[in-house]
Nanobody
Framework: VQLVESGGGLVQPGGSLRLSCAASGFTFSRNDMSWYRQAPGKEREFVAFIFSTGIATRYADSVKGRFTISRDNAKNMVFLQMNSLKLEETAVYSC???????WGQGTQVTVSS
């Protein structure tokens, strides 16, 4: 199982980023996927979840209306579109296959003016 995130970077408050996660080594289309984040000195927290078929999604209350999770089962990819980013959302963002208990290494998102 391999999960490789990309798309992180430096963005100003109110800006947007789109994260990508490339999955391999398992049957991606049969697995639900999630995004998590971990800020410096804090525990990892749930951000978003998408069912294997993409038919439904779930979000942490703090990101509802600003973040959108999506997936492309043909390309074994999951995405996180993040809009209206806030300073406190600086963190390492990781994708995960919850049923497999596997996480990627993460991509750094820094929100700073």
């Amino acid at each position: 199982v391999q999960l490789v995130e990309s798309g992180g970077g430096l963005v100003q408050p109110g800006g947007s980023l789109r994260l990508s996660c490339a999955a391999s080594g398992f049957t991606f289309s049969r697995n639900d996927m999630s995004w998590y984040r971990q800020a410096p000195g804090k525990e990892r927290e749930f951000v978003a979840f998408i069912f294997s078929t993409g038919i439904a999604t779930r979000y942490a209350d703090s990101v509802k209306g600003r973040f959108t999770i999506s997936r492309d089962n043909a390309k074994n990819m999951v995405f996180l579109q993040m809009n209206s980013l806030k300073l406190e959302e600086t963190a390492v963002y990781s994708c995960a296959a919850p049923s497999l208990a596997r996480w990627g290494q993460g991509t750094q998102v820094t929100v700073s003016s």
